[in-house]
């Protein structure tokens, strides 16, 4: 229970970095979560499913450089405090 | 908003006063001042200052020249028009980044609405209307509107119940001032997830809402009443008053988070009580009703280690 901040940015961290790590081709396609299925269901109401696809790919798209700094730095951290 | 503006401007002519009096006492006593007087238009009384004086500015030069050196006023109209450019530049950039003029919305409260709100989140039963009402698509201010998501009032819940848990933990013999701090990240923590994972559903079910995070934020803070209640309850009466009370607690909360998010979630038809079928209203409805449900969840699980 004695939660900190620090460790909300840590799970955060991790969460995104297992976002990040999905393959598309090797593993989302298989499973049937790639981008090129995303297409079917036409109308203004994508599906539940539909919106997490988007959502796994936009996370990819925009942390993958980001992620680099911010692990590196979290490693620093670790090493130095623990 | 031209409300907020009248009242605000009112409360500053309050203030007014009360800064006027202070300075005319800092003036007023000139052998015990607190602060230094670097005013060059006290003139006259240069003398007794100058013991209080800093070293360098007494060393041989009398106290005026200073201050009328033309090179040390341009030095200083330089150094303060320089900070007033450095504070405009971070009050702009502050801006961008949290918004201080919509925060001000959610503080603009008084007393009435403070003690309405409070007697709905534990009674709201016999409330009727929960629309929020608009001023010309802008909502009205709390104050004006008992149905308007506020600050003030989750702000000072959690304050509240920290100082009530360190309480709490002082009759069990556990308590130090860390635990305070332990206890305020903790809270603020599961807080932050909350909010993330209610602002993740509503993406996920694609939900048109004018939801705000703030107003989520808003609506989150609010079972910190309750808790409240409940381990005061506990505290002063035992542990079946601390079951009872979250208990009413609990259900007062339920009924009221969905009684409000049922307007702001659900499509028209369904808020008004008609029966609608289709997937996307029954996911709608699963929503409102876990969002509802977990306030229940929170107030339980942190609270239950207060009363052992």
């Given amino acids: 229970m004695a939660f900190t901040l620090y460790s909300l940015i840590q799970a955060a961290i991790l969460c995104v970095n297992a976002v990040a790590v999905l393959h598309e081709e090797r593993f989302l396609s298989k499973i049937g979560w790639g981008v090129d299925q995303t297409v079917g269901g036409f109308g203004d109401e994508p599906g539940v499913k539909v919106q997490l696809m988007n959502l796994v790919r936009s996370v990819r798209t925009v942390m993958r450089v980001p992620l680099i700094a911010v692990n590196a730095v979290c490693i620093v951290l670790l090493l130095l405090f623990g | ?308």
Wanted: aromatic share 12%; net charge neutral; charged share 15%.
């Fill in chain 2, 1 to 308: 908003m031209d409300y907020t503006a009248t009242q605000s401007g009112f409360r500053q002519r309050k203030l007014q006063p009360n800064m006027r009096l202070r300075t005319s006492l800092v003036d007023g006593s000139e052998g015990s001042q607190l602060f230094e007087d670097t005013s060059g238009a006290a003139s006259g009384p240069q003398t007794g200052y100058s013991n209080q004086q800093a070293g360098p500015q007494a060393a041989g030069f009398p106290g005026q020249s200073i201050l009328s050196d033309p090179m040390s006023n341009l030095a200083m109209a330089y150094g303060s028009s320089l900070a007033s450019q450095g504070r405009e530049m971070v009050d702009k950039n502050l801006d961008r980044f949290i918004p201080i003029s919509k925060l001000k919305y959610y503080f603009a409260v008084d007393t009435v609405y403070v003690g309405k709100k409070l007697g709905l989140l534990v009674f709201p039963y016999m409330h009727e209307n929960w629309e929020v009402s608009y001023q010309q698509d802008t909502p009205v201010a709390p104050r004006f509107d008992v149905n308007a998501p506020d600050l003030y009032i989750p702000a000072m819940g959690f304050i509240t119940y920290i100082l009530v848990a360190g309480l709490a933990l002082g009759t069990q013999n556990k308590f130090s001032p860390e635990l305070l701090g332990v206890q305020a990240s903790s809270a603020f923590v599961w807080l932050i997830m909350e909010v993330l994972a209610v602002l993740l559903s509503l993406y996920l079910v694609t939900v048109n809402t004018d939801l705000t995070t703030i107003d989520l934020l808003a609506f989150s803070g609010y079972k910190y009443v309750g808790m409240i209640v409940g381990v005061v309850a506990g505290l002063l009466f035992g542990r079946p008053a601390y079951y009872l009370s979250l208990l009413w607690c609990c259900v007062a909360i339920f009924v009221f988070m969905i009684r409000t998010l049922r307007l702001k979630l659900l499509s028209e038809a369904a808020a008004e009580g008609r029966l609608v079928r289709g997937a996307k209203n029954q996911l709608r409805m699963y929503l409102t009703m876990s969002i509802a449900a977990a306030q229940p969840i929170f107030m339980y699980w942190l609270t239950y280690h207060l009363i052992r």
